[in-house]
C-alpha cells in the first residue's frame, strides 16, 4: 500500500513544484516590469528636466539649424570648373605654412601621445583593483587619473602657457595630462578583465608583482592597449589643434587667427587640411592594428 500511495503522491508533488515555479517566475516578471517601468520613467523625467534647464527649444532648433551653413558655405570660396586648378591654388595659398604648423600638430600629438601612454599605462597596473598592491596605492592612484582627465585639456594649456610661454612645449604637456589621465582609466579597466589564470601561475612559481604584469598581464592586454592608443592618436590631433587657439602652437594657432579676422576661406582649406589628416590617420592605425591582431583589411 505505501508504495502505491508513494507512486500516487510523486505526480502531486511534481505538480505542487510546478505551481511554486510559476508562481516565483510570475512575480519574477513582474519586478522586471516593474523597475523597467521605473527606469524608462526617471530616464524621460530627467530627459524633460534636462531640456528644461538647457532651454532647449525645438521650434528654435528647427529655425535655425538651416542658418549653420552660412558658416559652412563663407568657408568654400567659388570654385568654377574652367578656372579649377587656379581657384584651388589661390584657397590654398599659404599651402606651405599650413603644412609647417600641420606638422608641429602632428609631433605634439605623437608626442604627448607617447608619454601620456606611457605614464597612464604604467599607472594603470596601479589604478586596477586586482592587481594594486593595496586598497590605498589603487585609491589614490584613481584619484590621480581623474584630475588628469577631468581638468580639459585646453585649461591644462592655459596653465602650462603661463608657465612656459608660448609654443608647442604647452600643447605637449597638456596634451599629455589629459592622455595619461584617459589612457590610465581604460587600461584599467582592460586591466581588470583580464583571465587570472596566467598571473596566478606566475606568482605560484615565484614570481614577484613586476614579473606577474610582464608575463601574466601584458600578453593578455597588448592588443586592446594597441587599439586604445590608435584612438588615442585621433583624438590628440585634435586636441592638438586646439590647445593651438590659446597659443600652443600648431595648425591651430593658425585655425583661431583665421576666424578671428573673418577669413573664413582659409578656415575652411586649413579645416579641410586637419579631417584629412584625421582620416588618413584612421585608415593607417586600422590597417596596422589588424596586421597587429593577425587580421587583414577585410577581416580574414
Known sequence: MS??????????????????????????????????????????????????????????????????????????????????VDDIAEWYWGIGKWMNSLLNTLLMAYLATVLGTIIGGGLSFLAARNLAPSYAVFWITRRVLEIARTVPDIVWALLFVLAFGI??????????????GAQGKLFAEVNENISPLPSDGVRSAGGNWLQEIRFGVLPQVLPNFMSY????????VRSATIVGFVGAGGIGHDLFTS??????????????????????????????????????????
Open 3 to 84: 508504495i502505491g500511495q508513494n507512486t500516487l503522491a510523486a505526480p502531486a508533488g511534481s505538480a505542487d513544484a510546478l505551481s511554486r515555479f510559476e508562481a516565483q517566475y510570475a512575480i519574477h516578471r513582474r519586478n522586471i516590469a516593474i523597475s523597467t517601468t521605473l527606469f524608462w520613467t526617471a530616464f524621460a523625467a530627467c530627459l524633460v528636466v534636462s531640456g528644461i534647464t538647457a532651454k532647449f527649444d525645438v521650434l528654435t532648433l528647427i529655425h535655425g539649424l538651416p542658418r549653420t551653413t552660412e558658416f559652412i558655405v563663407k568657408m568654400i570660396p567659388p570654385i568654377k570648373l574652367e578656372t579649377f
Open 167 to 180: 609654443g608647442p612645449m604647452p600643447g605637449v604637456l597638456a596634451i599629455t595630462m589629459h592622455t595619461l
Open 229 to 236: 592608443t590608435f584612438w588615442r592618436i585621433e583624438l590628440n
Open 259 to 300: 576666424i578671428q579676422l573673418l577669413y573664413f576661406a582659409d578656415a575652411g582649406a586649413i579645416l579641410l587640411i586637419v579631417i584629412s589628416t584625421i582620416m588618413a590617420i584612421d585608415m593607417l592605425s586600422e590597417k596596422y592594428r589588424h596586421r597587429l591582431i593577425g587580421k587583414d583589411t577585410l577581416g580574414r
